[in-house]
């Protein structure tokens, strides 16, 4: 059978699904040792985070199994989620907002497809297309845009520190704002992760609002995904509070709170783009799963995931990089010219090897040979990779992922830094 154009787009082997085969062979059996997995986005297994969703489960199954698992509901979520996040925001931010800003649905990932392929894409006016802030980014984004070559991403502005500050090992990306007002001349959406997804870097105001008044002037929406940021799971150290505008649609999720196997987040936003997307989903899959829909509503309306957030979720997590960081300074060779991009949060390192010898895909395959998975960088940023800046940095970058045990960590930055040691060897 002959697929599609867009059955061809949708179907290659993206970062996002290597990034799911890793998992896959993560949690298999394993043939010769375990696995030591520094690629997937999956949250840790906090005990506290579990026990705290297993009650709320079973408090939803006990009084109500029928009512949210029994039977089909509203495409737009459970009335009792909706007004759940409804309260909870309006409380939070005295937003004042309606049911007729929310959508709950199947994950945040599935809300930002629903809201890109809504905005980009063929029109009377010529093709739309999703353009990306900031890249790197969030590599499930490159398979939103059902069009062929659909997405443009803006080179980020790149500071790399100096001897005299800290130990001259870390570097920042920030958000080119000309850059990005010229990209958006043809654009139909923006869309961007804070904190980002690889690089832990989080929107300051300036950006923040920066990206807001494109929007407005081109009147598109701006996609904001939070999925580590405010409210929960509120892994940030620079919190900047979700903004209300009616070209911005913010997208939240409960799976880094702990729930990532339920596929539930909602989205908020002006009203017109919220119907839309609710019309996607009646058309897609009716709603999303219902009977942790009221669990969630319970972690709202109780407060318990705010109490998740600040007394177990954030310190984790800010408990691991600082881990991370002393690992990478132990076992990564002081001959390596390699930086860690600055961090505001998220649950990732994001590292640079500034070495013409350095590939992220010959280290990828170097360190799956030693039962170690990473993320080559290349998946974060949107080809072709041809610029002068791409071709050289877009292949030099790695993610690695704190969410796994200590010991996991350790042990595969160990095996990094003698696979950085080994390939600087063969290269000299």
């Given at each position: 059978?002959?697929?599609?154009?867009?059955?061809?787009s949708?179907?290659?082997?993206?970062?996002?699904?290597?990034?799911?085969?890793?998992?896959?062979a993560?949690?298999g059996?394993?043939?010769?040792?375990?696995w030591?997995n520094?690629?997937?986005?999956?949250?840790?297994?906090?005990?506290?985070v579990?026990d705290?969703?297993?009650?709320?489960?079973?408090?939803?199954?006990?009084?109500?199994?029928f009512?949210?698992?029994?039977?089909?509901?509203?495409?737009?979520?459970t009335?009792?989620?909706?007004?759940?996040?409804?309260r909870?925001?309006?409380?939070a931010?005295?937003?004042?907002i309606g049911?007729?800003n929310?959508?709950?649905?199947?994950?945040s990932?599935?809300l930002a497809?629903m809201?890109?392929n809504?905005?980009?894409?063929?029109?009377?006016?010529?093709e739309?297309?999703l353009?990306?802030?900031?890249v790197?980014d969030y590599?499930?984004?490159?398979?939103?845009?059902?069009?062929?070559?659909?997405?443009?991403?803006?080179?980020?502005?790149v500071?790399?520190?100096?001897?005299?500050?800290?130990?001259?090992r870390?570097f920042?990306?920030?958000v080119?704002l000309?850059?990005?007002r010229?990209a958006?001349a043809t654009g139909?959406?923006?869309?961007?992760?804070?904190?980002s997804?690889p690089?832990g870097?989080s929107?300051d105001?300036?950006e923040l609002?920066?990206?807001?008044?494109?929007a407005?002037e081109?009147?598109?929406?701006?996609?904001?995904?939070?999925?580590y940021?405010?409210?929960f799971p509120?892994?940030v150290?620079?919190?900047l509070?979700p903004?209300l505008?009616?070209?911005?649609?913010n997208?939240?999720?409960?799976s880094k709170?702990?729930?990532?196997g339920?596929?539930?987040?909602f989205?908020i936003g002006p009203a017109d783009?919220?119907?839309?997307?609710?019309?996607?989903?009646a058309n897609a899959a009716?709603?999303?799963?219902?009977?942790?829909q009221?669990?969630a509503a319970?972690?709202?309306?109780?407060?318990?995931i705010d109490?998740?957030?600040?007394?177990?979720i954030?310190p984790?997590?800010r408990?691991?990089?600082?881990?991370a960081?002393?690992?990478?300074?132990?076992?990564l060779?002081e001959?390596?010219?390699?930086?860690?991009h600055?961090?505001?949060?998220g649950?990732f390192?994001w590292?640079?090897?500034?070495?013409?010898?350095?590939?992220?895909?010959?280290?990828?395959?170097?360190?799956k040979s030693k039962?170690?998975?990473?993320?080559?960088g290349?998946?974060?940023?949107?080809?072709?990779?041809?610029?002068?800046?791409l071709?050289?940095?877009g292949?030099r970058?790695?993610?690695?992922?704190?969410?796994g045990p200590?010991d996991?960590?350790?042990t595969g930055?160990a095996?990094l830094?003698?696979?950085?040691?080994?390939q600087?060897r063969?290269?000299?």
């Open positions: 059978m002959q697929l599609s154009t867009w059955g061809t949708m179907s290659r082997l993206s970062g996002i699904r290597s990034i799911m085969d890793d998992i896959a993560a949690v059996e394993p043939s010769d040792g375990p030591f520094l690629s997937p986005g999956n949250p840790a297994m906090i005990p506290e579990v705290t969703w297993r009650r709320l489960a079973e408090e939803s199954v006990r009084d109500d199994f009512g949210a698992g029994g039977q089909y509901g509203p495409s737009r979520g009335n009792a989620l909706v007004g759940a996040i409804v909870y925001f309006n409380a931010y005295g937003w004042g049911p007729e929310v959508l709950v649905g199947p994950g990932q599935m497809f809201a890109v809504a905005y980009t894409g063929p029109t009377d006016r010529g739309r297309k353009v990306l802030p900031c790197p590599t499930g984004y490159q398979g939103l845009s059902i069009a062929e070559r659909g997405i443009v991403g803006v080179e980020p502005v500071t790399v520190e100096d001897g005299t500050v800290g130990d001259g870390q920042r990306y920030g080119d000309a850059a990005v010229r958006t139909g959406a923006m869309l961007l992760s804070s904190p997804n690089t870097r929107l105001a300036a609002d920066g990206l807001v008044a494109i407005a081109r009147d598109i929406p701006l996609i904001v995904d939070h999925a940021g405010q409210p509120g892994v150290d620079t919190p509070t903004v505008h009616p070209n911005v649609v997208c939240f999720t409960f709170a702990g729930m990532p339920e596929r539930i987040g989205a783009a919220i119907d839309a997307m609710v019309s996607f989903t009716l709603h999303a799963p219902q009977l942790m009221n669990a319970r972690a709202l309306d109780s407060g318990g109490v998740l957030t600040a007394k177990v954030k984790y997590y408990a691991k990089r600082r881990l960081e002393e690992l990478l300074r132990e076992h060779p001959s390596v010219d390699w930086r860690l600055r961090s505001d949060g649950m390192c590292l640079w090897i500034d070495h013409d010898w350095f590939d992220d895909l010959v280290a990828y395959r170097a360190l039962n170690v998975f990473i993320v080559p290349r998946h974060f940023f949107v080809g072709p990779l041809t610029t002068p800046f071709a050289d940095h292949t970058c790695v993610r690695l992922s704190l969410s200590e996991v960590i350790a930055v095996r830094g003698a696979t950085l040691t080994e600087r063969a290269a000299s």
